[in-house]
């Protein structure tokens, strides 16, 4: 981690990651390590203090020398111009899409990776011309092979056929592609199952992205060859993520007992929404095959995907009542999210603190009983699962309270203990009102909130944001706070503006932004923010508070629910061709 942060500062946690081949979590706790012994900055991006350059110069690793392409950035394959249009349409595609599913492994790619996958069915010959086979399909490979196709004009392949076992994701394939001049054929299909009759030997390429494990590799790349036809030099393009070298010394074993051979392989090709343990990123193999190729594999039992194979519990530790809670196999919670989601049995509230693994058969401690609180209150701010600089915190909130009509209200001013309470556990850092100076690291919060909501498309020129928050702050500073260190830095950020509808003149509350540097009580500050946010909309007569999110900003939606909001409206987006205005 040294040599990476030593090369690439400044780097963020994500940026080591992938460069690491670490985890998140491992990363971000190194960071922690790192800071509390002055080696490394606490501004993000990060980089090594003085300190920090000292140590790496004395451990022999002072050579910064990057061979990487800066063009390709080692990924071996550039996006021509031509083809932004096919990413922008495939972006569109996505968002209105069938959601991935986290319990079967699933992560979709970005628009970018699938355009890339295609190029790389190019660069290889296996296209233009000829049949391809998609083992499973929930990244949209297919609806990419035939939007590119149409933005060049004229399909790139004769024959695409994907199988797979969600109708869902295969009814929308079916719906998209028939308007796109590329023959696209849908296989409901439990892949558990050899393939039916009719798909045997019939491809000239296959391409999956299967479970990550060795189990899930070798039932996904058995049926790519059981649809190849038969003969060496046949392509498989095989996709998958990062794991230790024990777990991926499985893997390559499954592709040689196949009798396949590993033609190229290229390190953080794919990127995935969602999967930011392993830094959003997985490889991408072409494997070959050989006149030993052969699938033995029938029907298949047993464990697939990484959930299914978890034989061990993980303690968890509720920061706000330090109730221990056991999450995994046989547990009353099957993931952290489903945790997450209800809220600690004792006090309503967490987060929570991940803890040591334990076998599911050891003795689980006596179950917390439910204590009810005596106020309503927010509950406590949940980091990102990427704790890179100044994401938008994820908090969840009180249970609705009864309103006076037999609705809920989504949130209630916490009793003054609860808020004293609050406001203690966010120390050192402190709330007020933001002012012109704020205006950079304002600026900084903005443009990575809007890289998370819009991607590429973002706005993420930190001053083009600060000028914009300023001409706001000129007429008006009231709902903008800011959390800060006493006499330092600013940590943290959250809007809330006071509009009139211009319709019937009632007044409401528009929440615009939050945010938080990542902090080791960040999830206090975050609350104490929001708060803040929702106590003025309360001075201020406010009865409504609305937003808006972008579809694929999962973090933020979550933090709409969590906290009591209901959609109301949603934005749809129609692309027009352009024409010649004479």
Same mark, same amino acid.
């Given at each position: #981690?040294?040599?990476?942060?030593?090369?690439?500062?400044?780097?963020?946690?994500?940026?080591?990651?992938?460069?690491?081949?670490?985890?998140?979590?491992?990363?971000?706790?190194?960071?922690?390590?790192?800071?509390?012994?002055?080696?490394?900055?606490?501004?993000?991006?990060?980089?090594?203090?003085?300190?920090?350059?000292?140590?790496?110069?004395?451990?022999? #690793?002072?050579?910064?020398?990057?061979?990487?392409?800066?063009?390709?950035?080692?990924?071996?394959?550039?996006?021509?111009?031509?083809?932004?249009?096919?990413?922008?349409?495939?972006?569109?595609?996505?968002?209105? @899409?069938? %959601?991935?599913?986290?319990?079967?492994?699933?992560?979709?790619?970005?628009?970018?990776?699938?355009?890339?996958?295609?190029?790389?069915?190019?660069?290889?010959?296996?296209?233009?011309?000829?049949?391809?086979?998609?083992?499973?399909?929930?990244?949209?490979?297919?609806?990419?092979?035939?939007? !590119?196709?149409?933005?060049?004009?004229?399909?790139?392949?004769?024959?695409?056929?994907?199988?797979?076992?969600?109708?869902?994701?295969?009814?929308?394939?079916?719906?998209?592609?028939?308007?796109?001049?590329?023959?696209?054929?849908?296989?409901?299909?439990?892949?558990?199952?050899?393939?039916? =009759?009719?798909?045997?030997?019939?491809? *000239?390429?296959?391409?999956? *992205?299967?479970?990550?494990?060795?189990?899930?590799?070798?039932?996904?790349?058995?049926?790519?060859?059981?649809?190849?036809?038969?003969?060496?030099?046949?392509?498989?393009?095989?996709?998958?993520?990062?794991?230790?070298?024990?777990?991926?010394?499985?893997?390559?074993?499954?592709?040689?007992?196949?009798?396949?051979?590993?033609?190229?392989?290229?390190?953080?090709?794919?990127?995935?929404?969602?999967?930011?343990?392993?830094?959003?990123?997985?490889?991408?193999?072409?494997?070959?095959?050989?006149?030993?190729?052969?699938?033995?594999?029938?029907?298949?039992?047993?464990?697939?995907?990484?959930? *299914?194979?978890?034989?061990?519990?993980?303690?968890?530790?509720?920061?706000?009542?330090? %109730?221990?809670?056991?999450?995994?196999?046989?547990?009353?919670?099957?993931?952290?999210?489903?945790?997450?989601?209800?809220?600690?049995?004792?006090?309503?509230? @967490?987060?929570?603190?991940?803890?040591?693994?334990?076998?599911?058969?050891?003795?689980?401690?006596?179950?917390?009983?439910?204590?009810?609180?005596?106020?309503?209150?927010?509950?406590?701010?949940?980091?990102?699962?990427?704790?890179?600089?100044?994401?938008?915190?994820?908090?969840?909130?009180?249970?609705?309270?009864?309103?006076?009509? @037999?609705?809920?209200?989504?949130?209630?001013?916490?009793?003054?203990?609860?808020?004293?309470?609050?406001?203690?556990?966010?120390?050192?850092?402190?709330?007020?009102? %933001?002012?012109?100076?704020?205006?950079? %690291?304002?600026?900084?919060?903005?443009?990575?909130?809007?890289?998370?909501?819009?991607?590429?498309?973002?706005?993420? *020129?930190?001053?083009?944001?600060?000028?914009?928050?300023?001409?706001?702050?000129?007429?008006?500073?009231?709902?903008?706070?800011?959390?800060?260190?006493?006499?330092?830095?600013?940590?943290?950020?959250?809007?809330?503006?006071?509009?009139?509808?211009?319709?019937?003149?009632?007044?409401?509350?528009?929440?615009?932004?939050? =945010?938080?540097?990542?902090?080791?009580?960040?999830?206090?500050? =975050?609350?104490?923010?929001?708060?803040?946010?929702?106590?003025?909309?309360?001075?201020?007569?406010?009865?409504? !508070? !609305?937003?808006?999110?972008?579809?694929?900003? !999962?973090?933020?939606?979550?933090?709409?629910?969590?906290?009591?909001?209901?959609?109301?409206?949603?934005?749809?987006?129609?692309?027009?061709?352009?024409?010649?205005?004479?």
């Amino acid at each position: #981690m040294l040599r990476a942060l030593r090369r690439l500062a400044p780097a963020s946690t994500r940026d080591i990651s992938r460069a690491t081949g670490l985890p998140v979590p491992i990363v971000a706790a190194l960071g922690n390590e790192l800071r509390r012994r002055d080696l490394l900055t606490k501004e993000r991006p990060s980089r090594l203090t003085t300190a920090g350059l000292d140590l790496v110069a004395e451990l022999g #690793m002072g050579l910064t020398l990057d061979a990487t392409c800066t063009t390709c950035e080692g990924r071996e394959l550039v996006i021509p111009d031509v083809l932004e249009e096919a990413v922008r349409r495939l972006s569109d595609l996505m968002e209105s @899409g069938p %959601a991935a599913d986290m319990s079967i492994d699933q992560s979709h790619c970005t628009p970018e990776t699938k355009v890339r996958r295609v190029l790389a069915l190019l660069a290889a010959g296996a296209l233009p011309g000829g049949s391809l086979l998609l083992i499973g399909d929930d990244d949209l490979v297919s609806l990419a092979v035939a939007v !590119v196709g149409d933005v060049l004009g004229s399909p790139i392949v004769e024959r695409v056929t994907v199988v797979d076992i969600s109708p869902e994701i295969l009814a929308y394939i079916r719906k998209v592609s028939a308007g796109l001049g590329t023959r696209v054929e849908t296989v409901e299909h439990d892949l558990r199952h050899p393939l039916p =009759a009719e798909l045997h030997s019939g491809f *000239d390429v296959a391409m999956t *992205d299967p479970p990550y494990t060795a189990e899930g590799a070798r039932l996904f790349l058995s049926r790519a060859v059981e649809g190849l036809r038969p003969g060496p030099s046949h392509s498989i393009f095989f996709s998958f993520g990062g794991k230790s070298p024990d777990e991926m010394l499985e893997v390559q074993r499954e592709i040689m007992a196949l009798g396949l051979v590993t033609n190229g392989y290229i390190r953080n090709f794919n990127e995935y929404r969602g999967s930011g343990i392993l830094g959003g990123v997985g490889f991408f193999q072409h494997l070959l095959t050989t006149t030993s190729t052969a699938s033995h594999q029938g029907d298949f039992e047993g464990p697939l995907y990484t959930g *299914d194979k978890r034989t061990r519990q993980r303690e968890y530790t509720c920061v706000a009542c330090d %109730a221990q809670l056991r999450v995994g196999p046989g547990a009353r919670w099957t993931s952290v999210a489903a945790l997450r989601d209800e809220g600690c049995p004792r006090c309503g509230k @967490g987060p929570f603190r991940p803890g040591r693994l334990v076998a599911a058969d050891e003795p689980t401690p006596a179950p917390a009983e439910a204590t009810p609180s005596p106020e309503p209150e927010l509950g406590k701010a949940t980091p990102s699962p990427e704790p890179e600089l100044r994401t938008p915190a994820q908090t969840p909130a009180a249970a609705p309270a009864p309103g006076p009509t @037999g609705g809920t209200y989504g949130w209630q001013r916490p009793a003054p203990e609860s808020r004293a309470a609050l406001a203690e556990r966010a120390r050192p850092y402190l709330t007020r009102q %933001a002012d012109e100076g704020d205006l950079p %690291a304002i600026g900084e919060f903005e443009a990575e909130i809007a890289r998370i909501s819009f991607g590429e498309d973002a706005v993420d *020129d930190p001053a083009r944001h600060a000028s914009r928050v300023g001409r706001s702050m000129e007429k008006s500073k009231e709902g903008m706070i800011v959390a800060h260190r006493p006499g330092g830095e600013t940590v943290g950020w959250c809007w809330v503006s006071i509009n009139h509808n211009q319709m019937t003149g009632d007044r409401y509350a528009n929440f615009r932004s939050l =945010a938080v540097a990542p902090l080791d009580n960040r999830a206090d500050v =975050a609350e104490l923010l929001l708060t803040e946010g929702l106590e003025f909309c309360l001075a201020n007569g406010i009865t409504e !508070v !609305v937003g808006r999110v972008h579809v694929g900003n !999962v973090p933020m939606r979550t933090v709409y629910r969590k906290f009591g909001f209901d959609p109301a409206t949603l934005t749809m987006k129609l692309r027009l061709p352009e024409e010649d205005p004479r």
